[in-house]
């Protein structure tokens, strides 16, 4: 009988070990950041504005899927205390709103969760051509905390 058991187990076991991989949940992607290589297009430093502390590098690219991002490198700071630091690329370096034109010189991309790398979606559809910069917006007290021009 005990033969039969452990002919039994090691049948069992090759049958385990010999299955296909078809069932395995497949892997999801995170949307908010770039998959395989990111080629940097354009890219400047951040000027700081206003004694916020804003330092390191904005660079625009494209993911291996074609998807475009704005990314922040590691080195890049800025005040974070307020928690609404909101990034816009825009077409100078200088935040001029236009809510009754729908900001046609904006493009509000989110807001700055932390130091280092950051990775910002660009909407699909959406051409960053005619935007020159990146801009750090302080919304809660209103005043720029930096800017970075995209070469």
């Known amino acids: 009988m005990k033969k039969v058991i ?3 187990y090691f049948a069992f076991l090759g049958l385990v070990a010999c299955s296909d991989d078809k069932d395995k949940d497949p892997v999801i992607q995170d949307p908010t950041k770039p998959t395989g290589a990111f080629n940097v297009q354009r890219m400047g430093n951040f000027i700081d504005q206003n004694g916020a502390g804003s330092s390191g590098t904005a ?3 494209i993911d291996s899927q074609n998807q475009e991002f704005l ?6 700071n800025t005040a974070l205390a307020t928690g609404t630091v909101t990034v ?4 100078s370096d200088a935040f001029m ?4 034109n729908g900001n046609p010189d904006l ?10 790398i950051n990775y910002f979606p660009i909407p699909q559809g959406t051409s960053t051509e005619k935007y020159s910069h990146v801009i750090l917006w302080c919304g809660s007290v209103g005043i ?3 800017n970075a021009p995209l070469n």
């Open 6 to 8: 452990v002919l039994f």
């Open 59 to 61: 660079s625009l690219g």
């Open 71 to 76: 990314e922040f490198g590691s080195g890049f």
């Open 88 to 91: 816009f690329l825009s077409t």
């Open 97 to 100: 709103a236009d809510p009754g």
């Open 107 to 116: 493009l509000a991309l989110g807001v700055v969760r932390s130091a280092g």
């Open 144 to 146: 720029p905390f930096g």
